[in-house]
């Protein structure tokens, strides 16, 4: 969860919002890189120098397994085909 007053700046947010403490956050180290399940941090966006990414495939309510699947497959195969990237594990 969130801390009480974290700072978080979600993609295309104008300014940061402070974060009551109640909100399920995913972090990479110490970075806040999104607000499950909606909103992803713009420290984490995918820009023109972009060299690494990583793939968080999170499930909700409602959505079977095998789809989450699925858009994990199409996302790797969409980033080799057009990105030249290499699936690491």
């Known amino acids: 969860f969130a801390e009480p007053g974290e700072e ?11 974060l009551e403490g109640n909100e399920l ?17 713009d420290k984490s966006k995918i820009t ?13 309510p409602g959505i079977p397994l095998e789809t989450l699947k699925k858009a994990q497959q199409v996302a790797e195969e969409y980033i080799g085909t057009f990105c030249g990237g290499k699936k690491q594990v």
């Not at 978080?8 to 402070?18: A, E, N, R, T, Y």
């Not at 956050?25 to 941090?41: K, Q, S, T």
């Not at 023109?48 to 909700?60: M, N, R, Y």
């Open 48 to 60: 023109l120098s972009t060299q690494d990414v990583l793939i968080v495939v999170c499930g909700a």
């Open 25 to 41: 956050v995913i972090e990479a180290g110490d970075e806040l890189i999104a607000m499950y399940p909606h909103r992803d941090a």
């Open 8 to 18: 978080f700046s979600g993609i295309g947010m104008k300014s940061p919002v402070l």
